[in-house]
Every structure is written in C-alpha cells, then in structure tokens.
C-alpha cells in the first residue's frame, strides 16, 4: 500500500499539482474546482473512543461549506452516519450572496452507513465501489481533497481517487507528534517545558523520569504524554513527593492522574509501546493560561499566521481542551504570532502544508510584570480552533489583521467569539436537532445577518445520545461573545428543566422533511 517506496512516489508526484492550483495565495479558492472534504480523524481509535461523541467530531468541518460561496465550486461531504437534512441545510442556510437552491445542487453528501471505530477514511478504502462513484464524479484536473489529519489512509485514498490532497505528506507526521513538537521548538529556540524525546517502553519512560528529576528536582509534578493524544486525552500527571528522595518510579506511574476518565495503567502502558511517548515538566503558575496560534502553510511554501486564541481547558487538571475565545489576550498576542510564524517556516521548511497550531503555556510573571510563553505541542492538521475560526469567516466575510492580531468585518467592525465543542449536560440528553431548531426559532437564538452577531452551532448530531453540543458565540467584544453564550446556555437549560421535561404542553413535532 501507500508504505512501498513506488507509491510513495506516485503521491509526491500528484502533490505537486497543487502548485499550480496555488500559483498565488489561496487562489484555488476562485477557481472552478471539485473538492472531496473527508473528515476523518485518522488516529488511534482507542485514543479517540475517549472523547464523548467522537465519531459526530466529522460534522465540525461542515463549515467547509463556506466554499460554496463560489459559484463555480462542486463539493462532496462524506460522513459515516446519515446527517439529517435539517443539520446541512442549516449551514447552507448561513451562506450570504449565494441563493440555498444553487448552493444545494452543487453540494453531495456521503455516507458510509457504518458506526464502527474505525477512521472514515479507512471505511471509504474498504468500499471500492464507492470509490469508483466518487472518482467518476470529479473533474480530473480540477479536484483536490482536504480532510482533518493526513495521514497514510488520507494518501492511499488520494492515489484511488487520483486527486491531491490538500495535506501534509504522512511522512512528516513526527513533525506534529509530542516529540517532533519538542525537536522543531529547540530548532526554533523558542522556550518549552524540559522533558524528553520519543520513547517506546516502559522502561526508557522510568529512565527519563530520573533524568528529569535530577535536572530539576524542585519539581512537584511531571506530565506524560502520548505522542498522538488528541484534546489532552492521552495525557496524565504524574505527582512527586518533595519528601521522597529516591521514589520508586513505577509505583509512582501505577497511580497516574489519567485525564480520560476511563484510563488506566495497563492500558496507557500498552500505548506507550504502541503509540509512543514523551515525560516533560508540569508547568506551574500562580496565574496560568493556555493560549494558542493558528497558521496555514500554502502549497508554494509561503505561512501565513490566521488566528490566535485562548484556550479554555478542563478536565482533571485542566488539560483537556473544551473550547476557546478569540482572538488572543492583547499582552501576548503579538508573541505568538512571532513564535508561531517561526514555526510555520520551520514545517515548510520539512515540506509541510496546509493546516498547523501551536499550543503555548503562558504563566504569569509577578517580578518582571509579564507573561512569559512556553510551547507545549504543534498540531499538524486542523484542530479545535479551527472550524470557530472558518464560522467567522463564513458569517462576516471579514479579514483577520496580523498587525493588531484582531478579526474585523466587512463593514470594519471588530469581532470577538467564544467557541466549545463540550457544551454537554445529562438534561440535554434526548434533545432532537428538530427540537433544538424549535428552540432557536422560539427565542430567536440564531445568527443575526445584519448585526453579524449571534449564536451558531454545531455537532448538533451528538445532542441526542450525549447530551453534547458545539456553539460558537459571535459579538463585537468578548464581554457581548460571552453574554449571548451564556443567554443560549440558560434558555437550554430551561427548556430541559424537569418541569418542562414532564410538561403536559410539549412543543409540536416539527413537520420537516
């Protein structure tokens, strides 16, 4: 498969077409073009069964629809369940300038019909006719696809279909595991918790635990990390008494903090062989925070910063990320800009595109008066950030400013969002996404197209089961993102009271189609 040396060099070959759909930046994006969005995310499954509602996580690149503003573009979206009609025609609906009727007609939805845990992109491969339907359908020379994370499956399945992909090669993975992370931040001199590189056994993880307690041995708590965790759901914390001297280092990683609630050591040890692993210094402050910077690698090599945000974490010991707000405090924004884009050239430089994020510790410092930044992990691929970010485009058809670091509209208000994929609670289990469309249009708790501020959503498809929903809250400043937020929260919050739960006036079925 894609492992042998010839198709390896078949890939590089189609990749290089890109280039002359990229001849400027983003140009492709005004071209008459087909793309395939395939939303897998191509990681251990294990890992990944973690995050409640994991397999609905496809429907956050639903935003990818945006592209559909150009009248010319054809685009195909696969899934691996069925989503309601309702859920699509609510992001076609968003789209400004561009008629629903046209939108629709140039839209094909996929899907597999299959909820294993499996990555998406693997139940297209195991699907030959399918794949023949889909390559049948696009133009040859004038498609490419994009998904969430490129990896081997994402290559074969671009050699099938004979299409680029819009995507990191999967030979420079390493460059957005945990360990590469820590090679391209020493490269790049930017400061990082110390901790090790790569290793496979338990053995060597026990050997830099020592190695790392001896080069600093003030410290209370180290964190261990899977080298393709996601969502800060491969990482656990591992605590240190400053009374022992000479701790006895396993029994200390039988008793891990595990940030997924359903790890243990056993297992966590079987993936460390597996998956890889890397210890580093817990960073810890008396004010702490966790911002971040996205950029966008082009095919012709040129990296362009697109966001920064602040990171809203939780979880045991606040590592799992739960959603964000946007843009970045204004005291370290311009910091991670700088940082970020030294990185961005850093992976272009490997021959890295498309999609990266560099998450950052920021503690603050009491004597000097400042924040001082520390990177902790780069994400080749797009991330939690990404699809808030591609909402505020889609809504405002607006430009982020890299000299303020600030979003502005098109009429040059500035725009400010807070965005979670975890808006989850057992009383919104049941809820059907006709029965949240009832409640938006009951209260108006949509997006207001002429204020260009409101609430949207998102993942509505994990509301029923889990209890779990995506929302991202547009405003003109963060105080307004965060009250229109909290006024969406406590109007589901009432209409899934008990009281109304057990109501003898419900509200009517929905009569949609």
């Not at 140009?27 to 990681?43: G, H, K, R």
């Not at 671009?158 to 030979?171: H, K, T």
């Not at 290793?199 to 060597?204: A, C, G, K, L, R």
Request: aromatic share 10%; hydrophobic share 35%; glycine share 8%.
């Amino acid at each position: 498969m894609y492992n042998l040396p010839e198709r390896k060099e078949s890939f590089k070959k189609l990749q290089s077409n890109l280039k002359y759909l990229w001849q400027e930046e983003r140009a492709a994006e005004q071209e008459d073009l087909d793309i395939l969005v395939v939303p897998s995310f191509s990681i251990d499954q294990e890992v990944g069964s973690n995050v409640l509602g994991f397999l609905h996580y496809e429907e956050r690149l639903l935003f990818s629809l945006i592209r559909l503003r150009n009248p010319r573009t054809r685009l195909i979206y696969a899934t691996a369940q069925p989503l309601p009609k309702l859920i699509v025609d609510y992001y076609l609906e968003l789209l400004s300038g561009i008629p629903f009727g046209h939108a629709r007609e140039r839209l094909l939805m996929l899907y597999m019909y299959d909820s294993s845990f499996k990555p998406l992109t693997q139940k297209i491969l195991e699907r030959p006719r399918l794949i023949a339907k889909i390559k049948s359908t696009l133009r040859a020379g004038k498609s490419y696809m994009v998904c969430y994370n490129s990896t081997a499956l994402e290559a074969e399945l671009s050699l099938a279909l004979d299409i680029p992909l819009l995507g990191c090669d999967p030979d420079l993975l390493y460059w957005g595991s945990k360990s590469g992370s820590r090679e391209i931040f020493q490269q790049c001199h930017i400061p990082h918790p110390a901790g090790s590189l790569q290793i496979n056994t338990v053995s060597d993880l026990i050997q830099q635990i020592k190695n790392l307690h001896s080069q600093k041995p003030t410290l209370r708590a180290m964190v261990v990390k899977l080298n393709e965790g996601i969502s800060g759901e491969g990482n656990a914390l591992l605590k240190i008494d400053p009374n022992d001297s000479d701790p006895d280092w396993l029994k200390s990683l039988e008793h891990l903090k595990f940030q997924a609630p359903k790890e243990n050591w056993e297992h966590f040890a079987q993936k460390i062989g597996q998956l890889g692993a890397i210890v580093e210094e817990y960073l810890e402050g008396t004010v702490k925070r966790s911002p971040s910077v996205q950029g966008y690698i082009a095919p012709n090599g040129k990296v362009e910063i697109v966001s920064t945000h602040d990171q809203i974490l939780g979880g045991p010991d606040g590592q799992i990320y739960l959603g964000c707000t946007f843009p970045a405090d204004v005291a370290y924004r311009q910091q991670l800009q700088e940082y970020g884009l030294k990185i961005g050239q850093a992976l272009a430089a490997k021959g890295a595109i498309e999609s990266f994020a560099v998450d950052f510790v920021a503690l603050w410092s009491q004597q000097r008066q400042k924040w001082d930044l520390y990177a902790v992990e780069i994400n080749l691929r797009k991330g939690g950030t990404t699809h808030p970010f591609m909402t505020l485009q889609l809504l405002t058809n607006g430009h982020y400013d890299r000299g303020s670091g600030v979003f502005y509209s098109s009429y040059g208000q500035e725009k400010y969002y807070i965005s979670t994929d975890n808006l989850c609670k057992p009383q919104y289990r049941g809820l059907l996404p006709t029965d949240l469309m009832d409640i938006i249009a009951k209260y108006r708790i949509h997006f207001d197209t002429g204020a260009l501020q409101g609430p949207v959503f998102h993942m509505m498809g994990s509301l029923s089961e889990f209890g779990k929903l995506g929302l991202t809250c547009i405003g003109n400043s963060h105080q307004q993102a965060q009250e229109i937020y909290n006024q969406v929260e406590n109007i589901l919050d009432q209409e899934t009271s008990l009281e109304l739960a057990h109501s003898n006036s419900p509200l009517p079925i929905s009569w949609y189609d």
